[in-house]
């Protein structure tokens, strides 16, 4: 047999169309990320200002919000992509009793953790493309949040903040 | 030798199976009759440890497991193959798994049945999906191939094709354990008949010995089970009777 996607998803399961899904839904999901936080946060750091002529003052006593704060719900979609992971776990399991009943095949084999294998790889392995491309993400958007941010505005123990609400 | 001692299942306020004693050796045919819900299936399950029960089921002395258990396989009615695999990706996934799988007998009955290798099994009519599900338990290089009604929904025709090439190809070691109600149609190749009524084994007969007392395999099976041919016409009777007070 071909050591392909396949060969991690229940025998003879379509993986085309949920391939597909996933790819689309991380895509989604990074430009959604960007988008509101990039709005989020220009509207804060606009707010930093004050327009002297032509000229972009940083108002005194200013402080720039917490980065998770501006991240708010940005990463959302990836979060729904790993609740859906859960139920492709779920689908994957009842594949095998649905149409008919492959799991007496599966709990027959010599493997004992066939099953499993094909069952938990590939969600298990979109649960984590999709935990870290949001982790990625967070790191990019607060990369733009610390060189952007006027030092002078910044608070301080952001990553701290950051680990606990990523956590 | 696959042996069952004092096995018992219970389902929620219900025993299934009570206190089965078998010995199968290899190399037999072995009918298992029985009534509906007198459990045909779970014993079968349970051999197979897709059930939990309480008792002793050994193969050769030991217990089954994942390193012995490639030597049953299963053709069941409610059907074991992938829906979505072709036939031919069921060739591949049974011979990366089941070492001893025989690829010559896997083509020769798909060539005997005409069952087409590319295509999905959820295509296929009932028929087919009943005669692939045999051609796996018997490609898989089992010695005890246990089915269970693998004929629900097969014609005459089919069946009886299937008979022969069972009788044809079954190596001297090969042992199937066959749950049916076609007891008229099997009982011209089964060497043995189980018996079993809400649980309990109630006969375990030789056909051979059964042929040397004068008797047939139907009669028997009616007798152990007390059937009453009258039932039927007595209860017409009744029932004609009550209508015409």
């Known amino acids: 047999m071909k050591k392909d996607l396949s060969y991690y998803a229940p025998p003879g399961m379509e993986l085309e169309q949920g391939k597909k899904v996933f790819i689309i839904g991380m895509v989604m999901s990074t430009i959604f990320s960007f988008w509101i936080f990039g709005i989020e946060f220009s509207n804060c750091l606009e707010k930093l200002y004050w327009k002297n002529g032509a000229e972009r003052c940083v108002i005194p006593g200013a402080v720039m919000p917490d980065f998770t704060v501006i991240l708010g719900g940005s990463l959302l979609g990836f979060d729904i992509i790993f609740a859906l992971m859960i139920a492709v776990i779920v689908m994957h399991y009842g594949y095998h009793t649905w149409e008919s009943k492959s799991i007496?095949?599966?709990?027959?084999?010599?493997?004992?953790?066939?099953?499993?294998?094909?069952?938990?790889?590939?969600?298990?392995?979109?649960?984590?493309?999709?935990?870290?491309?949001?982790?990625?993400?967070l790191l990019i958007c607060y990369g733009f949040y610390v060189g952007l941010t006027p030092k002078e505005c910044l608070m301080s123990g952001q990553w701290q903040k950051i680990l606990v609400w990523f956590l | 030798m696959l042996e069952l001692q004092n096995v018992s299942k219970s389902y929620v306020g219900k025993k299934a199976l009570k206190n089965i004693n078998l010995q199968i050796p290899q190399g037999e045919i072995i009918g298992l009759f029985g009534e509906n819900s007198a459990g045909k299936t779970t014993m079968m399950k349970c051999i197979l440890g897709l059930l939990r029960y309480s008792g002793k089921i050994t193969?050769?002395?030991?217990?089954?497991?994942?390193?012995?258990?490639?030597?049953?396989?299963?053709?069941?009615?409610?059907?074991?193959?992938?829906?979505?695999?072709?036939?031919?990706?069921?060739?591949?996934?049974?011979?990366?798994?089941?070492?001893?799988?025989?690829?010559?007998?896997?083509?020769?009955?798909?060539?005997?049945?005409?069952?087409?290798?590319?295509?999905?099994?959820?295509?296929?009519?009932?028929?087919?999906?009943?005669?692939?599900?045999?051609?796996?338990?018997?490609?898989?290089?089992?010695?005890?191939?246990?089915?269970?009604?693998?004929?629900?929904?097969?014609?005459?025709?089919?069946?009886?094709?299937?008979?022969?090439?069972?009788?044809?190809?079954?190596?001297?070691?090969?042992?199937?354990?066959?749950?049916?109600?076609?007891?008229?149609?099997?009982?011209?190749?089964?060497?043995?008949a189980i018996?079993?009524?809400?649980?309990?084994?109630?006969?375990?007969?030789?056909?051979?010995?059964?042929?040397e007392e004068g008797k047939d395999l139907v009669s028997f099976i009616k007798e152990t089970y007390q059937y009453r041919s009258d039932r039927v016409s007595k209860a017409l009777e009744e029932m004609t009777g009550e209508e015409e007070s």
Not at chain 2, 61 to 81: M, V
Not at chain 2, 195 to 211: F, P, T
Request: aromatic share 12%; with cysteine.
């Open chain 1, 104 to 137: 007496y095949t599966m709990r027959r084999l010599p493997s004992r953790w066939e099953l499993h294998r094909r069952c938990l790889t590939l969600p298990i392995c979109g649960m984590i493309i999709a935990r870290v491309t949001a982790f990625v993400i």
């Open chain 2, 59 to 192: 193969l050769d002395g030991e217990p089954i497991t994942h390193k012995n258990i490639t030597r049953l396989s299963f053709a069941t009615c409610e059907h074991s193959f992938f829906p979505g695999l072709t036939a031919l990706g069921h060739k591949e996934f049974y011979g990366e798994h089941f070492q001893k799988f025989s690829e010559k007998r896997f083509d020769s009955l798909m060539k005997f049945f005409d069952l087409p290798m590319n295509k999905v099994l959820s295509s296929f009519s009932t028929g087919q999906k009943n005669q692939f599900e045999v051609i796996l338990a018997l490609s898989q290089g089992a010695d005890y191939i246990l089915m269970d009604e693998p004929f629900a929904g097969n014609d005459i025709f089919n069946r009886e094709d299937f008979y022969k090439v069972l009788l044809g190809i079954l190596e001297p070691n090969e042992t199937v354990f066959l749950s049916t109600h076609l007891i008229e149609e099997v009982s011209g190749f089964i060497g043995r």
């Open chain 2, 195 to 211: 018996l079993i009524h809400k649980g309990e084994i109630i006969g375990d007969v030789s056909v051979m010995e059964l042929e």
